[in-house]
Structures are given as structure tokens and as C-alpha cells.
């Protein structure tokens, strides 16, 4: 059986770094090298594999590309040095581009808006703010559910000092040349240039 390039060849032209999916040798290394591996429905080995039997639909409303935490194991590790961290999250923002990934499923919500919201507004993450807003986006009696079942986690973070309970009180500093340089880079997107 032959394989489909076209949808390879639409994911190297389209998708972040995608052009670097011709490199894998398939070794497995950024699959063995995941924290979360074992919790992937397709390893980004089998994922690069995929996109090039054409294998678009099944890729791209796969939970798999809205697993990776950006922790770059896979990158550090790889014998190819393939920016495997970027390529994951291009295919993922690509999904919701063509209408893979509804844009409110909760994964996709948070990648999208609530996470990158919760940046623009101080310069640096607010976890305590993230959380609250990730946790009652579903409604009131949601987020308390969602806050209860947490609240072991989240008390395991505030013991090690992994979580601030009360929001950043101001923007960073230079927070002015932060939002330029983010309003600037908005803009050459939407004028389709590749960042």
C-alpha cells in the first residue's frame, strides 16, 4: 500500500517547524524520553509516523496533540535535534484551525485562551488566577467540583511552594515593551508571515 503524502505535505508547509517531520528517523527516543508517555494515545514518534501515511483526521482529533507540557525531554534527547516540543503544539493549533478540535473542549480552551489571557495581562503566569478561571469556565457548581476534586494537588502545591494563593499584584516590569512586542507578533500572523 502507498502512502498519501498530500497530507504530509500540507503539514510541512502549514504547522510550526513541521518541515523537521521529514527528519525522524523513528529511534523512539522523545517517546521514551516523555514524562506522560505512557498516557499518549500516539507517541510523537507514532504522530510523525502518521502524518506521513496521511493520516490527517485520526491526527488531528487525537487527544494526543493536547498532551505534551512543554517540558523538552524530547528535544534535549533527540539524536536529530528535531524541535519536536513546537512541531506537537503546531499540530495541535492546526487542529483547531481546520476545525479538528472544537476551540471550547477544555484542553484547546485553556491552550488557546485561558492560559495565553492569563499571561498578556501581568507578563508571567498567575497560578492561583489560572486556576480559577480554568476550573469555574464550565460554571459555578463545575468549578466547585473541580476545586474539590483538586484540592489535594493543590495543597501538595502550596506546601512546596509550587502555587501562590494570591495573584501577582502588578504587570512585570517593562510589561509596555512585553505587550508591543506581543501586539507586533499578532500582527504579522494575521498578515501570515511565519514567526
Not at 75 to 100: D, E, F, M, N
Not at 138 to 161: C, P
Amino acid at each position: 500500500m502507498a502512502y498519501d503524502l498530500s497530507f504530509a505535505r500540507e503539514v510541512y508547509q502549514h504547522v510550526e517547524e513541521g518541515h523537521w517531520i521529514q527528519m525522524c528517523m523513528q529511534c523512539g527516543v522523545c517517546s521514551g524520553s516523555c514524562p506522560l508517555g505512557p498516557h499518549w494515545e500516539f507517541g510523537p514518534r507514532q504522530i510523525f509516523q502518521m502524518v506521513r501515511a496521511g493520516k490527517g483526521e485520526q491526527i488531528m482529533r487525537s487527544s494526543a496533540l493536547w498532551m505534551c507540557t512543554s517540558c523538552y525531554n524530547c528535544i534535549v534527547r533527540c539524536p536529530r535535534h528535531l524541535p519536536i516540543t513546537h512541531i506537537i503544539h503546531g499540530l495541535a493549533r492546526y487542529s483547531i484551525v481546520k476545525g479538528y478540535v472544537d476551540p471550547q473542549q477544555t484542553t484547546a480552551r485553556f491552550a488557546g485562551g485561558i492560559f495565553w489571557n492569563n499571561v498578556i495581562s501581568t507578563g508571567r503566569v498567575g497560578e492561583a488566577a489560572l486556576s480559577m478561571v480554568l476550573y469555574f469556565a464550565d460554571g459555578f457548581g463545575q468549578g466547585i467540583n473541580n476545586v474539590l476534586e483538586m484540592k489535594n494537588v493543590a495543597l501538595g502545591m502550596l506546601k512546596t511552594k509550587r502555587l501562590k494563593p494570591l495573584p501577582f499584584r502588578g504587570k512585570i516590569k517593562g510589561y509596555e515593551g512585553f505587550k508591543k512586542m506581543l501586539d507586533k507578533a499578532e500582527e504579522l500572523e494575521m498578515e501570515g508571515v511565519e514567526l
